[in-house]
């Protein structure tokens, strides 16, 4: 059965920084699509960040996060990563964290994340306030 377990949300002032984790159990971690999809109240689900688990470390961002936010992996943990750094008030959603198969064989674009099918976490509270 299919784990996702996130951590390290909360509250921050606007301009700080959080680093979520998210770890992967009961499937192949390697070769996938890993990331994080955030949902404010009353708005879509929004792509954050997506990293393929197999070589090459390639990644992907959201346009709202680019330059702010950095995805990274620890393989040997099953683990992905998010640094959230310079975090606006619009920042402030429910972050999960999402694995999914990739597209092509190792395409992870950062809307993969969103796929109904694809494998979340219970999700993680994140809080920027003025």
């Known amino acids: 059965q299919v784990q996702l377990v996130e951590s390290g949300g909360g509250s921050v002032q606007a301009g700080g920084s959080l680093r979520l984790s998210c770890v992967a159990s009961g499937y192949t971690y390697s070769s996938n699509c890993m990331g994080w999809f955030r949902q404010a109240a009353g708005k879509e689900r929004e792509g954050v960040a997506v990293i393929y688990t197999g070589g090459g470390e390639r990644t992907a961002y959201g346009d709202s996060v680019k330059d702010r936010f950095t995805i990274s992996q620890d393989k040997a943990k099953n683990t992905v990563y998010l640094e959230m750094n310079s975090l606006k008030p619009e920042d402030t959603a429910t972050y999960y964290c999402?694995?999914?198969?990739?597209?092509?064989?190792?395409?992870?674009?950062?809307?993969?994340?969103?796929?109904?099918?694809?494998?979340r976490g219970q999700g993680t509270q994140v809080t920027v306030s003025l």
């Open positions: 999402a694995a999914v198969a990739p597209l092509g064989g190792s395409w992870c674009p950062v809307g993969r994340i969103l796929a109904d099918f694809a494998n």
